[in-house]
């Protein structure tokens, strides 16, 4: 039998182009699809929702830079790759800081943080590839605060955490408005990067709890490119177009901005 302690997600991945209709002629018909179409929708994510403890949307279309679907679906490996390091990542160079302590998840602890609460279960998935990322990450850090060491800092009074506004980009349908308008139930930061730090972790667990206030929190960060991983881009690899200084940040979250998609299938 199944173990009823086990953690279940899916992820639903869609390909809006492909759901397109034809919706000339006259307003009837065209409402009626529309409107079936997000019956049908709705009632699949409440049949997912009873299966499963959380579902990750994805969506391999609507790419603002154009990309193709096989690169888009790369991104999002990528991205998926990344974000379960906290229970998959197998090296000695990792650092996690989560709500159980300073060690490696477990699969259930993992889909534990991400969902507080069993009312939540929508999720969000971002990424970016970002050369220097420590930089990025780094203004108005207690990181930053001791490196300059009583000298004022370039940038005064600045909130940490202002590259999950700037930086990164969306895979899961979700509201586009500023983050710091929505309410967060858990954020999960995954990282790999050149580097594995103490300061870099720090400054990703500040960034994501002092401005946006999750009720759980959870970052990795792993000593190990995506081109590392991939042998330098060779065979297979060369699918990721990595580069060997870049960092992968990949980012899972439970808020209140998902509430645009799920009003899109009610």
Known sequence: DECRTAGRMVLHVTDPQSQQHDLSGTWQPAHVLRVRKRIESGLSLLDMGQMAHSILPLSVGADPEGSGI?????????????????YR?????????????????SVREFISSLQPSPRHKLLELDYAT???FSSIILPGTSVE???????????LHVAPGGWMESTLQALSPSDATSRSLHQHWSLS????????????????MEGMGIRYRPESALGVVMGQTMHGLTSGGYAAGAYWK??????LVSVISNSTRSYDYANTIA
């Open 242 to 247: 990595a580069q060997p200084s870049d960092t």
């Open 89 to 105: 990542g197998k090296s000695n160079n990792i650092r996690v800081a989560s709500e159980f302590g300073e060690e490696q998840l």
């Open 145 to 155: 605060r001791r490196q300059f060491q009583g000298r004022q800092p370039q940038k």
């Open 130 to 132: 970002v050369n220097d």
């Open 189 to 204: 930061a995954s990282m790999r990067s050149p580097r594995s730090t103490d300061e870099d972790l720090t400054c990703v």
């Open 70 to 86: 096989f690169e888009r679906t790369s991104q999002i490996a990528m991205a998926w790759e990344t974000a379960t390091l906290a």
